[in-house]
């Protein structure tokens, strides 16, 4: 990665709040946070949908079984770093998390849109970008 983004400065409020959307992050790479659909559709919106690093749309139905798979593999490696986190208010109860994952050689730039929904968070939109290594 060349060179350090812009980051503007946040509120000790929304830096809370990017500490807890952090922790997340990358989305569906936490079992630990739930593995089952149950979970999955709990902190999903019902019309999920995202863009992978690829430009290619996915929506839950397809997002699930690759899931489920990756979640049944007791041999399943997830190696990756996430850094770079910034968050940001949108509305009532609605953040923009921004962050740098790396995963291998590949870097991407992610972008979740997160809903708190009482005590419960829910990914609304998920976006990744793969950073160009010449830039």
Known sequence: MNGEPHVLAMSAE????????????????HPELGASRDDFDATTIADYWEVGASGQVYTRDQIWPVLESRYSDPNYADE??????????????????T??????????????VWRRAGATWQVVYHQG???DAGL
Request: proline content about 4%; hydrophobic content about 50%; glycine content about 6%.
């Open 129 to 131: 970008t793969i950073v």
């Open 14 to 29: 929304v830096a809370g709040v990017c500490q807890v959307l952090a922790a997340r992050e990358p989305i569906f790479h």
């Open 99 to 112: 962050y740098v994952l790396q995963q291998g050689a590949r870097v991407t730039r992610r972008a979740t």
């Open 80 to 97: 990756w770093e996430a850094a770079e986190f910034f968050c940001r208010l949108l509305g009532p109860d609605t953040y923009l998390l």
